[in-house]
């Protein structure tokens, strides 16, 4: 038995697998988000690892027999600071976090984000964790003093489960890593400000990942003997690729999650010239992941459908009941507090409708969302060089009609891949793989083809889109 376990920003999940990959059982519970203000956003880490016990707990009552094996991922960015003894001295900051935008900015300016783009391969956001490190370091620098640690979710529950204090290069990679030697770069952390805060950053996992047995405190917390196996990563974006199989360069996957993550497996980790996105180490010796993660997906869905007073099970009707263009309704989904990421970082860029009228419809405001969400997808694969294959897995891709509109969009078939809780099959593959261990775990996809008669429109729409997003970013810089 093993027990995969996917700490997401809004619910934790854990799955109990078989020998044969198959699921058996799953139980989930949401975690909050806060907001106190200031375009902060954060969590309770005691309340996240809380969650961690109480859907383990669940899946292993529900076990035949004990699991040989507890598989982490989850949530990438933000700043997860402990002491050391584990304990949490402060809240999180989330990766939706915007606390850090002014450093971004000025890291934009005095060419600290070129800097970091050359030497790391990806480009600064405000809820990257080595913004929000600086941050805190003007803003909070006797909580850094007390802390011993700034970790990801994942990294912090793993220590809380088994004392350990590792992160794997996933996690480890943006934005202090080399990813050519896969360990942290002092000239970074030099133009970073953060030099001495180095001591922070934990010992990184570059063969494999973070593997270690269940401390007495962590089998209290799960109700699993003492000495079970936990390992911690890849994070959530690299273990749903590996639970899609997409693992070879060209390939590409894209996440209709809370984020909208589009990534592409590549063999080449030399920066590319669009200033965005995201070079995350893998697992697989000589395969990086050219991720760019748009900040919101589904949550901006979830946002509109609420404030129509719809449901996600209106979303098929809703989205037949207006046609290709949505009536003229138009929209860039920014939706994020802290901005956008991929393909381009904006601090300061937001979400809007246009071409709203006394007809306009609640179908219309939904299909021009997701239209627009679809528009974000093409753009962010467009920027990361998307070979030939792309799959699709997360919670939107459910919806059959809004995957059919992911496929006409982008003008490409799409394999919709079925494994229902990819993150958390990926995160048991992984560390299956690590240990040696080759399990021939099936991964059931199907194709999506793309509307021959709707190919023209979206290639004018499209271009249509990426003229009003540099319109707008225009309108954002001043």
Not at 265 to 294: F, K, Q, Y
Not at 305 to 312: A, E, P, R, W
Not at 315 to 344: K, M, N, Q
Not at 449 to 458: C, F, L, M, T, V
Request: glycine share 12%; proline share 6%; charged share 20%.
């Amino acid at each position: 038995m093993y027990i995969g376990v996917d700490i997401g920003t809004s619910v934790t999940k854990a799955v109990g697998y078989d020998e044969s990959g198959a699921e058996l059982c799953v139980h989930g519970v949401p975690t909050e988000l806060l907001y106190p203000g200031d375009g902060r956003v954060e969590q309770d880490i005691d309340a996240v690892v809380d969650s961690v016990a109480e859907v383990v707990r669940a899946v292993v009552g529900q076990l035949p027999s004990a699991p040989a094996l507890v598989a982490l991922t989850g949530q990438g960015d933000g700043c997860w600071l402990h002491d050391d003894d584990g304990a949490p001295v402060r809240p999180a900051a989330s990766w939706l976090d915007g606390r850090a935008a002014d450093v971004v900015r000025r890291w934009d300016r005095d060419g600290t984000a070129d800097l970091i783009l050359e030497r790391n391969g990806g480009m600064v956001f405000p809820g990257a964790s080595g913004a929000i490190l600086a941050a805190l370091d003007r803003q909070e620098p006797d909580v850094l003093d007390r802390a011993t640690t700034a970790t990801h979710c994942v990294g912090m529950v793993f220590r809380r489960l088994t004392g350990e204090r590792l992160v794997d290069v996933s996690d480890a990679s943006y934005p202090f890593l080399n990813p050519h030697r896969r360990e942290y770069d002092d000239e970074i952390l030099r133009a970073c400000g953060l030099a001495h805060r180095a001591d922070l950053l934990p010992p990184v996992v570059t063969s494999g990942g973070p593997a270690a047995p269940l401390s007495g405190e962590g089998a209290a917390l799960l109700g699993l003997p003492a000495g079970t196996m936990v390992s911690a990563g890849p994070y959530d974006l690299l273990a749903s690729a590996r639970g899609s199989g997409v693992v070879d360069p060209g390939d590409g996957l894209l996440i209709i999650g809370t984020t909208l993550a589009c990534q592409v497996v590549t063999a080449d980790p030399s920066p590319i010239p669009h200033r965005a996105g995201l070079l995350l180490g893998m697992w697989n010796e000589g395969r990086w992941m050219r991720a760019m993660p748009a900040m919101v997906g589904t949550a901006s869905l979830g946002w509109l459908l609420d404030i129509t007073g719809s449901s996600v099970a209106e979303l098929t009707d809703l989205l037949d009941g207006s046609p290709p263009g949505a009536r003229g309704v138009r929209v860039l989904p920014y939706w994020s507090e802290s901005g956008e990421r991929a393909p381009f970082v904006e601090a300061s860029a937001r979400g809007r409708f246009d071409g709203l009228h006394l007809s306009t419809s609640r179908a219309d405001l939904v299909r021009g969302l997701c239209e627009g969400l679809a528009f974000a997808a093409r753009h962010c694969f467009d920027a990361a060089g998307l070979g030939d294959r792309l799959a699709v897995c997360g919670g939107g891709a459910q919806s059959a009609t809004w995957t059919q509109l992911f496929a006409d969009v982008l003008g490409r078939p799409l394999e919709v891949v079925d494994v229902p809780q990819a993150g958390a099959y990926g995160a048991v593959l992984s560390a299956l793989e690590s240990r040696g261990e080759t399990p021939d775990w099936p991964i059931p996809r199907r194709t999506v083809e793309p509307a021959a008669a709707h190919r023209q429109h979206y290639d004018d729409a499209f271009g249509d889109y990426l003229d009003r997003v540099d319109h707008a970013r225009a309108h954002w810089s001043r």
